[in-house]
C-alpha cells in the first residue's frame, strides 16, 4: 500500500556532511594522548549516541580508569579537538542537490541529530545551504533520551506538523535506523563503507 509522505527527517553527522572522518581523529586524540587506541568497529558502534553515552562506552571498551579519565573529561577534550576540524567538515556528494530537489517538490524537512546544539551551530556556520533548507532542527540536549529511542524523531514529526508514520528518515547509524522504527517511521540506511560493520554486503 502506497503512504503519502508528509515529511523528510535528516540524521547530520555521517547522513548530510561526512563528519565521522573528523569525529574520529577527535576521538581518538585523547585516547591517544593517554596510550589507548580506537578502532573504527568500536567508533562504528556509538555512532548516533550522545556524548554522555559515547563516552562512557569507549572508556569502557579501552580498558580506562575513571581515575585517568572519566567520561565528562574526554566529552570536553574531543569537543576541544573537533572545534579546530569543523572547517574541514564537507556535505556529501549530492546533499545540497537532493534538498534543493525536496524544497521544490514541497516537502517541508527536519534535522534530528544527537549532537548537542552548541557543536549543530558552529557546524551549521560552514553549512547554511544545508541549514536554510530546514523547518526544523532537533538536537540531542532537547530530548529526554537519544537514539536508539524514539524521542527525537518523534518531536523532529511533531516540530513539522507531520505523522511520524508518514515521515521518511534518512539514517546512517543502526542505532538511528531503530530509533526511527520505534517512532513510527519509515527508514532509509545510508552506511559508511569506512565502518566494516556498516557496510552492506
Known sequence: ?????????????????DFEGVS????????????YSLSWDLHARIIGTKAEDWSATILAECGVPHSEMSPS????EYFEAVL????????????????????TLGYPMAIATSSPRKSFDKKMQYHPEILTKMSAVVTGDEVAHGKPS??????????LGC????CVVFEDSPLGIQGA???????????????PTLAPC
Open 1 to 17: 500500500m502506497a503512504i503519502q509522505v508528509e515529511g523528510i527527517i535528516f540524521d547530520l553527522d555521517g547522513t548530510l556532511i
Open 24 to 35: 574520529h581523529v577527535a576521538l581518538a586524540r585523547p585516547l591517544e594522548a593517554r596510550g
Open 73 to 76: 573529561m574526554y566529552v570536553a
Open 84 to 103: 579546530s576540524l569543523y572547517q574541514d567538515i564537507e556535505a556529501w556528494p549530492g546533499t545540497v542537490a537532493l534538498l534543493a530537489e525536496l524544497q
Open 150 to 159: 524514539p524521542d527525537i524523531f518523534l518531536e523532529a514529526a511533531r516540530r
Open 163 to 166: 505523522d511520524p508514520s508518514r
Open 181 to 195: 522504527h520505534a517512532a513510527g517511521c519509515l527508514a532509509v540506511a545510508l552506511p559508511d563503507k569506512r565502518f
